[in-house]
């Protein structure tokens, strides 16, 4: 069934160089106490989004990434480092098979790998980088991390992923769906074809759901079903 969206529950801030978004989906009623929530796709600026988080009074109980590149992933390793000062449980750190090897070890190669793919400075990444940690949990087609459903969007990367929160009718669709726009397929494992089928798996949902894109500002399934017929 579907559900018109709660966006007061739903924070957003836009964290690196390539101006990301990083959205944040508590878990549970915000303002009786710590809360847990859903950090996805936390780019940048680590200490900036647990700041945030303090005066939210939420903590992570997830780190959620729709794919593996590095503007969607740059501040893991800093989330990790400030929940582990705090003490208690550490944040599951959740992607698709087809992109786990962003993370772990041999990560840093495949970023260089990918920046070197489209012409970008692989002295860019170096200045950035943290070792990232390993991934807890690997996601599929179909799976369910917390409250959210794992559609599997290949095209973007080969592990791009959408995260569906059918009860506040939210589809976080990271670089695959724009307002206006999809995502490039010029980089290391990226599909043409693949991502056609993604964006029509996409517009065929109901029109109402909300999208939270990776980059730029929100729109609706239908607004963009629309906007390409």
């Known amino acids: 069934m579907y559900h018109p969206p709660m966006d007061k529950m739903i924070f957003n801030m836009t964290v690196g ?11 549970e009623t915000v303002g009786s106490g710590p809360a847990p929530c859903a950090v996805i796709d936390p780019g940048g600026e680590g200490e900036r989004i647990m700041a945030f988080l303090d005066r939210l009074s939420l903590f992570p109980a997830y780190i959620l990434l729709t794919h593996g590149h590095f503007d969607h992933i740059l501040a893991v390793p800093t989330l990790m480092a400030e929940c582990l000062k705090r003490g208690g449980d550490m944040p599951k750190i959740a992607v698709h ?54 559609l599997h969007l290949p095209g973007h990367s080969p592990g791009s992923i959408g995260l569906y929160h059918a009860a506040t009718g939210s589809m976080f669709s990271g670089d695959t769906l724009f307002r206006g ?22 517009f065929s949902m109901d029109g109402r759901i909300t999208a939270y894109p990776g980059h730029g500002p929100t729109t609706t399934i239908g607004e963009e079903r629309s906007a390409f017929e």
Do not use: K
């Not at 160089?17 to 508590?26: A, G, S, V």
């Not at 489209?118 to 799976?143: C, K, N, R, T």
């Not at 995502?183 to 029509?200: I, N």
């Open 17 to 27: 160089d390539l101006e990301t978004n990083c959205w944040i989906h508590p878990l």
């Open 97 to 150: 098979a087809g992109d786990s090897g962003f993370l772990g070890s041999g990560a840093l190669e495949r970023h260089r790998h990918a920046f070197a793919a489209v012409g970008a400075s692989q002295a860019y990444v170096d200045e950035f980088w943290h070792d990232m940690p390993e991934p807890d949990v690997i996601l599929a087609e179909g799976d369910e991390v917390g409250p959210f459903s794992v």
């Open 181 to 202: 726009a999809f995502g490039r397929t010029d980089l290391p494992g990226g599909s043409g074809e693949e991502l056609a089928a993604s964006v029509r798996r996409l």
